[in-house]
């Protein structure tokens, strides 16, 4: 597949924020992009010409933001929408081994999904983790360094170095990853679905406010046991750009791409090479 033959869906809802940057993400690297709202895909109070289907993109991102305003729980009502009502789609759409990317809220929405962790099953019936309030009880907005990890199976991750350190921001309250009680970090660590960790700029424990959140083993991202769904709570589409670092001022334009940019990247050059 060509390059600017791929077609990237960004999804939205009421209170959704971050379409803006997502969608220019995967523009800039020469895609296709289109922010989709669901009652496009639903084909509910849109008109003909507006109708989208999944299968017409080749990657899904849900992005940031607060989604019909995090009632009830960050996430869930986004999620349960998109289940009832395109939850077979879904799982043939990762069954093809198309990415879908979720980005903080999208985070949330993958897991109440059950398309993440997925450790058994393409999706889960029930949720079999969470994103819980942050231990600070706040929103924290704050850069975070990532320690990209062992990943071989990852396409969101192929152009990053084993071990880089990286920094997205972190924007949320609701971004405590934890487990449920009949899966372990063990069991995530043997299926290579850890991807991002919070780390500090020595390669210390990060305590707070490194971990932005206190989650279980400083687990900042996840993907499904077959690599090609991810979701993590920081914010790569807010560093494409270098200028959009906090500290370039300070430490003057050197002429790269922002930490964010790669991940986009590599996704795409994941489709180039495989479909």
């Not at 320690?147 to 396409?155: A, F, G, L, T």
């Not at 020595?202 to 991810?230: F, K, M, Q, R, T």
Request: charged letters at 30%; one cysteine or more.
């Amino acid at each position: 597949m060509k390059r600017e033959d791929i077609k990237a869906g960004v999804l939205r809802i009421e209170g959704t924020n971050c379409e803006e940057e997502s969608h220019l993400a995967f523009k800039r690297l020469g895609a296709q992009a289109e922010k989709v709202h669901l009652k496009q895909l639903i084909k509910k109070d849109v008109d003909p010409e507006e109708e989208r289907e999944i299968h017409q993109y080749d990657i899904l991102m849900i992005p940031g933001g607060f989604s019909a305003g995090d009632y009830i729980r960050a996430g869930a009502i986004f999620g349960a929408r998109i289940k009832s009502r395109l939850g077979e789609e879904l799982k043939a759409f990762v069954k093809t081994g198309k990415p879908i990317l979720g980005v903080c809220n999208g985070f949330q929405v993958l897991v109440e999904i059950g398309l993440l962790p997925a450790v058994h099953e393409v999706m889960s019936e029930v949720p079999s983790a969470a994103l819980e309030t942050n231990d600070s009880n706040k929103f924290e907005c704050r850069p975070s360094l990532l320690r990209v990890e062992e990943n071989s199976n990852c396409v969101f991750t192929t152009g990053y170095e084993k071990h880089e350190t990286i920094l997205y921001p972190s924007a949320h309250k609701e971004g405590k990853f934890v487990l449920g009680k009949n899966l372990s970090v063990d069991e995530l660590e043997k299926n290579d679905q850890i991807v991002f960790r919070y780390t500090t700029p020595d390669g210390s424990e990060p305590e707070y406010p490194w971990n932005p959140n206190g989650s279980l083993d400083h687990i900042a991202g996840i993907c499904n046991p077959e690599g090609n769904v991810l979701g993590l709570m920081p914010h790569p589409e807010r560093v494409f750009n270098e200028h959009t670092r906090p500290d370039w001022t300070r430490d003057g334009m050197t002429g790269k791409q922002g930490d964010g940019k790669q991940l986009f990247e590599s996704a795409l050059n994941y489709l180039e090479d495989n479909f």
